[in-house]
T-cell receptor, first 117, second 111 residues
Framework: GAVVSQHPSRVICKSGTSVKIECRSL??????MFWYRQFPKQSLMLMATSNEGSKATYEQGVEKDKFLINHASLTLSTLTVTSAHPEDSSFYIC?????????????FGSGTRLTVV | DAKTTQPPSMDCAEGRAANLPCNHSTISGNEYVYWYRQIHSQGPQYIIHGLKNNETNEMASLIITEDRKSSTLILPHATLRDTAVYYCIVRSSNTGNQFYFGTGTSLTVIP
């Protein structure tokens, strides 16, 4: 089946530094990927839609200059958290569609636990 | 933007069927209903999806009402490993086709 790999699974960084999270579709091409954030005991919140070869579309309230998204190829999207602060500590999850058929759902990565100290 | 309503929590005895309801009264004609589950600190796992017919796979069954305003996910023989948060999602019909997650149902399977 379709597999989405996310790396790293865990990262700890110092306040003020930047962190890059990678999301790869291993056995399929994904023209669109999605990035979510999840705080403890809460649901997943969609942050942005990443489109290959074009600018990402951000959800209302998500700072595009803070959460940089690059989708340079059909198998890789990256999320960079710039100038991270403790309040950015969260579980970040990506997903991708493995078919052009819109009836198909999305495959999710295993998530990245970011801790900013 | 979530367009579904689910009970926040449910319990189910191990070996019994778990029936998880979802209300999606504003669903439009071309929108699919998807079910995912999330085990603690993992990414969501696909379970099943449907448009208007009932569906069954190796994991679960999906029953969609005739008016499509609600659905029920059925885990026929719940095991302890089925303890998770279950999300019912109606896929956005706009050009982005995003998934917006609601609060989900936290299912606890009791030994």
């Amino acid at each position: 089946g379709a597999v989405v790999s996310q790396h790293p699974s865990r990262v700890i960084c110092k306040s003020g530094t930047s962190v890059k999270i990678e999301c790869r579709s291993l056995d399929f091409q994904a023209t669109t990927m999605f990035w979510y954030r999840q705080f403890p005991k809460q649901s997943l919140m969609l942050m942005a839609t990443s489109n290959e070869g074009s600018k990402a579309t951000y959800e209302q309230g998500v700072e595009k200059d803070k959460f940089l998204i690059n989708h340079a190829s059909l198998t890789l999207s990256t999320l960079t958290v710039t100038s991270a602060h403790p309040e950015d500590s969260s579980f970040y999850i990506c997903s991708a569609s493995h078919s052009g058929d819109r009836s198909y759902g999305y495959t999710f990565g295993s998530g990245t636990r970011l801790t900013v100290v | 933007d979530a367009k579904t309503t689910q009970p926040p929590s449910m319990d189910c005895a191990e070996g019994r069927a778990a029936n998880l309801p979802c209300n999606h009264s504003t669903i439009s004609g071309n929108e699919y209903v998807y079910w995912y589950r999330q085990i603690h600190s993992q990414g969501p796992q696909y379970i099943i999806h449907g448009l208007k017919n009932n569906e069954t796979n190796e994991m679960a069954s999906l029953i969609i009402t005739e008016d499509r305003k609600s659905s029920t996910l059925i885990l026929p023989h719940a095991t302890l490993r089925d303890t998770a948060v279950y999300y019912c999602i109606v896929r956005s019909s706009n050009t982005g086709n995003q998934f917006y997650f609601g609060t989900g149902t936290s299912l606890t399977v009791i030994p």
